[in-house]
């Protein structure tokens, strides 16, 4: 076999090879770093699959999640008829109302502000929602996310008490009582 056929085989193999790992190559990136703020809307929709579920909120991957699912949500919203509410499953008081305010400019101030220092009380449900209100939230393992509410909904749909929310959030991987800037 001379030089020039076996070049050729070669040459050949590496037409296929080399998309192959130029792919692979672009998919190896450590760009997935998970969010620790952003703006997220929940609802209580219920959704069939070998039970009912709705989808909640995960601080720690910043995402919404079947609570049928492995990794557990930290909070889903539900209503009572007339007011929308954050509760959890952690078995914890984890909620701490951090303030209210009249608009969104001062609400947005001092939910950059806030911190989680000196918090003593804490509840069980974040009850009622309400546009411009500021939450702290408490995980299970004592990480905490800030909260800025900036819109509601609570109304009856297909005879069912019907809750949704958009808010803003921050979240403190660490467990420290400060939280990261944006």
């Known amino acids: 076999m001379s030089i020039s056929v076996i070049f050729a085989e070669v040459m050949r193999k590496w037409v296929y090879i080399l998309p192959i790992l130029a792919v692979s190559m672009s998919s190896c990136r450590k760009d997935n770093i998970t969010p620790t703020s952003g703006t997220v809307t929940i609802d209580n929709t219920t959704s069939l699959g070998q039970t009912y579920y709705v989808y909640g909120f ?16 930290d909070i889903t919203i539900d209503s009572d008829g007339t007011s929308p509410f954050f509760q959890t499953n952690n078995r914890l008081n984890s909620f701490h109302n951090a303030g209210e305010y009249t608009d969104a400019v001062t609400a947005t101030a001092a939910f950059d502000t806030l911190t989680a220092k000196g918090i003593s009380v804490w509840t069980g449900l974040a009850s009622p929602l309400i546009t411009n209100q500021l939450w702290i939230y408490r995980s299970g393992s004592e990480c905490y996310a800030k909260i800025r509410i900036i819109s509601t909904k609570s109304e009856v749909r297909d005879s069912h008490a019907y809750a949704e929310c958009k808010f803003e959030w921050v979240y403190q991987p660490d467990g420290s009582l400060t939280f990261p800037g944006k």
């Open 58 to 73: 995960l601080f720690s991957q910043a995402k919404l999640v079947s609570t049928l699912n492995n990794a557990p949500h």
